[in-house]
């Protein structure tokens, strides 16, 4: 630092040994970083002239302006305010300051000053600047975390599992969420910096910022763009050709990259698991324990009526998006304490950033506290209603005939909020936290608290309390994408009499969101089945069949309607079939060394039965910049290719490389691999 006068020079803000115990250093090794509530030390040299009259005093600058200024007292007087010590060895003095637990996040800029007895400063240092972040290490920081392993997973881990498709058929991607690589700290900062709160009012922003309820919810409306500067814009059917679809992205830090270098104009484009994964990040890298949340069959009641409502004419088509229910939706969980509601709400918190729903006029969810969605407190901020009926509401499906009348047709109480995952702390397993949700399905706490959340007004049921005599199914197959494949529904008459009807099977394109993007194909025939028996109808689906109109989400939407005269209402019932799709095989030769090359190696076989055109790798991992390896040519049906890239490994450790695939007819094909980066300088790797 320049000095003032010869007095102070030599300023060492010593972040080497600071950063190692504040657990920093995987963010910046030169900058000063540290949290909250923990002390650290700098020191400075002074000339053997400073006596013991003159004192030290400290100030700190927060924001851009200096709208926020603190002093920092000389010694202990109360634990909501920063204080130092100081200790003098011959010409070398050394300053340890002590921030609260409920410090204000930041960049902070730190002035020393010498003042004479009579209040004259006689020297100041120049600006040291350093960064503060929430501590989960700290007891008395409000985001505290008691379990050491809990926090190497939820602060530390840079690895993350999406898990995506279907209930009974769930899948994963693997992301990186790269909160420690670098300049990500710095966009994470200039995230709460562009809210609409900061541009307002950026002095009581600021003062807002020792919340971590405050920042969680600024971060989950800044990650969308609705309404604000945020960093992604959402689009959920294609094209995508302005931007990057949705699933090719395979980690946070090209997104919050692109978002700074484009002066913080939204990034295209983003769905619900990107949102999700993109927040992950930045809470993580800000200090507060985050995790990647999937809730299977999960509701959107834009009513609040705690059911979703869905209306379909009788060609089984939908004729009413009001309500909708989703293969899966994900939002994050940070763990803080809830100093703003009663006891009983701290804990893990539901923070949604996909653009939903305004919640106090912007669009942002939570925090809401996953205890109060259990016990049904929907009274609870924030948004706890919303977020209650998602993992809660009942499914009704109605039938709207040609001259207005409806049908109510099923009536499902259990079919939302399946299979709620995130990955575990232990391993790459998926862990289930249902249970932290809701009571077991049909149990009588789940109906009580049902109850308490408020019941919707009930309908008139059209009979359908009274036993049916035809049960209808559709059997599930796990068939692979570009196959063809056999629908199998079968109606069973589980009565005394034989019956006849009208069978309509409809096989749909469909979004994981519910939209439908086109009619693979249809079939309608007439039924008789006899007492006791089961009549079983095929639908023959061949890839030709559904290629021309399948999405990315390669999932097929299958409805089944049967009429029997006599009836009151026709018997209905729908599944998804997920369509698998190959995985790319990844493969990293010879030892790899921290700052040296790497080869790897990337193949991929075509099971379709047509050329694919227009192939592209794109590869991602830590300290490797996102890369695209061009496909030369056309890939023949069952040909393979097989390309190499080289990458520069700059941390030591389990790093993962993670490649997606797309094409013309194929994609979202994704591959994944470890690899164990050593040091020239040590035999042990010291795993972050």
């Known amino acids: 630092m320049d000095n003032q006068n010869g007095v102070i020079s030599n300023v060492e803000v010593r972040s080497h040994e600071n950063n190692l115990v504040h657990r920093t250093r995987e963010i910046d090794r030169q900058r000063l970083i540290v949290r909250r509530g923990q002390p650290f030390s700098i020191t400075f040299q002074c000339p053997h002239s400073l006596t013991p009259k003159h004192h030290l005093e400290l100030v700190l600058y927060l924001g851009k302006r200096d709208e926020v ?17 100081q200790q003098q060895v011959q010409d070398e003095m050394l300053l340890t300051l002590h921030s609260p637990a409920d410090s204000i996040i930041g960049h ?95 002095k009581m922003d600021i003062e807002n910022r020792f919340d971590p309820v405050y920042v969680s919810r600024i971060v989950t409306a800044m990650v969308n763009s609705n309404g604000d500067k945020g960093v992604l814009s959402g689009r959920w059917v294609a094209p995508y050709t302005d931007g990057v679809a949705p699933y090719r992205w395979t980690g946070s830090v ?38 990647h949340i999937t809730n299977f069959a999960s509701a959107h009641d834009t009513d609040g009526n705690l059911s979703v409502d869905t209306l379909i004419n009788e060609k089984m088509e939908t004729i009413s998006k009001k309500d909708s229910t989703w293969n899966f939706h994900c939002w ?78 099923t009536v499902d109480e259990s079919g939302v909020g399946k299979n709620i995952s995130t990955k575990c702390i232990h391993s790459d397993c998926r862990e289930d936290v249902t249970a932290h949700y809701k009571y077991p399905e049909g149990s009588k706490n789940e109906r009580e608290v049902y109850e308490k959340a408020g019941r919707r007004v009930s309908k008139p049921n059209n009979g359908l309390t009274e036993p049916r005599q035809l049960h209808l199914t559709i059997k599930r197959t796990k068939p692979v994408f570009g196959t063809d494949f056999d629908v199998i529904v079968e109606v069973n008459n589980n009565g005394s009499n034989n019956t006849k009807g009208k069978l309509t099977i409809l096989a749909e394109a469909a979004t994981y969101n519910t939209i439908c993007c086109g009619e693979c194909q249809k079939h309608a025939t007439n039924v008789a089945v006899p007492a006791y028996k089961t009549h079983k109808e095929v639908l023959r689906l061949r890839y030709e069949d559904y290629a021309k109109c399948v999405t990315e989400h390669n999932l097929i939407r ?38 040296e090359h790497v080869t790897a190696y990337i193949s991929f076989t075509n099971p379709l039965p047509v050329p694919l055109k227009g192939g592209v790798f794109t590869v991602e991992g830590h300290g490797l910049p996102a890369t695209k390896i061009l496909v030369d040519g056309d890939i023949f049906p069952g040909s393979k290719v097989s390309v190499k890239f080289s990458f520069l490994p700059l941390r030591v450790g389990v790093r993962k490389i993670l490649v997606d695939f797309d094409s013309d007819r194929l994609k979202d094909v994704k591959g994944v691999t470890a690899v164990v980066v050593h040091s020239r300088r040590t035999s042990r790797i010291p795993f972050a």
């Open 108 to 202: 902070y800029r730190l002035v020393v000053l010498i003042v004479s007895p009579d209040g004259h400063t006689l020297a100041k240092t120049g600006k040291i600047g350093f960064h503060l972040l929430f501590n989960p290490w700290c007891k008395d920081d409000a985001v505290y975390l008691p379990d050491e392993s809990q926090i190497h997973e939820y602060i530390m881990n840079e690895d993350g599992i999406i898990y995506m498709g279907e209930w009974l058929h769930i899948g994963e991607k693997h992301w990186n969420f790269g909160q420690f690589e670098d300049d990500i700290m710095d966009i994470c900062f200039d995230v709460l910096d562009n809210s609409n709160d900061a541009l307002k009012n950026s």
């Open 254 to 291: 090209p997104i919050l990259q692109l978002w700074k270098k484009s002066g913080f104009r939204a990034v295209k484009y983003g769905q619900c698991w990107v949102f999700a994964a993109v927040a992950c990040t930045v809470l993580r890298c800000l200090g507060i324990p985050t995790r």
């Open 69 to 85: 200024i603190i002093k920092v007292q000389e010694e202990y007087k109360a634990k909501d305010k920063w204080w130092f010590n």
């Open 332 to 409: 994050v969980e940070s763990c803080m304490r809830r100093d703003d509601l009663p006891e009983g709400n701290d804990g893990w918190q539901v923070l949604d950033p996909t653009p939903q729903e305004l919640s106090e006029g912007v669009f942002c969810c939570g925090p809401c506290p996953v205890k109060a969605i259990k016990e049904g407190n929907v009274e609870v901020k924030y948004d706890t209603p919303f977020v209650f009926a998602e993992v809660n509401a009942d499914i009704i499906v109605w039938l709207v005939r040609q001259n207005g009348e409806r049908q109510k047709l």
């Open 558 to 595: 299958v409805k089944a309607l049967l009429e029997v005269p006599g009836e009151s209402s026709p018997i209905y019932t729908v599944i998804n079939i997920p369509l698998s799709t190959p995985e790319l095989l990844v493969q990293v030769h010879g030892r790899a060394y921290r700052n």
